[in-house]
């Protein structure tokens, strides 16, 4: 069985401040810990520094947008799961991201704050968990 704890990071990346407080106040008492940030530049900075088990992002964003950062995230951190929330779902949008590289899940804005939201990304953290220590563990017997 999983535990999730304090030491399993999201990463939540909106360009749109308010959204990004309003998920922070939403998340308060969950079992994980989460990080934010509003520039998209700044994200694969945060990601060689911190632990990160998932991203949470938007796909339209001042300088790099969603899409860049599923590729860029996929090549260099395969470990890490990918969960979308953008407002502009449309098909050719979503074969975009699907083609730019792995998406755990695909949340449409506005979104509920529920159940839901939270238990896909309790599964993206053991996923990526599972990801992660199969790399160490192959990596070892090298």
């Not at 308060?28 to 520094?49: A, G, K, P």
């Not at 792995?102 to 599972?130: L, Y």
Request: aromatic letters at 8%.
């Amino acid at each position: 069985m999983h535990t999730i704890t304090d030491s399993d990071i999201v990463l939540f990346v909106d360009d749109e401040e308010s959204i990004l407080k309003a998920i922070d106040r939403s998340l308060s008492d969950v079992r994980f810990s989460t990080m934010f940030c509003s520039d998209s530049m700044q994200v694969m900075d945060m990601l060689e520094q911190h632990r990160i088990n998932v991203v949470v992002t938007d796909l339209k964003m001042p300088g790099k947008n969603g899409i860049e950062l599923v590729r860029m995230i996929n090549a260099k951190f395969p470990h890490i799961r990918i969960i979308v929330l953008s407002g502009y779902y449309q098909v050719s949008t979503v074969m975009s991201v699907t083609r730019a590289g792995k998406i755990f899940h695909f949340f449409t804005k506005p979104w509920k704050m529920d159940n839901e939201f939270i238990s896909v990304i309790e599964k993206a953290i053991i996923s990526s968990r599972e990801s992660r220590e199969s790399a160490d563990g192959l990596s070892a017997q090298v």
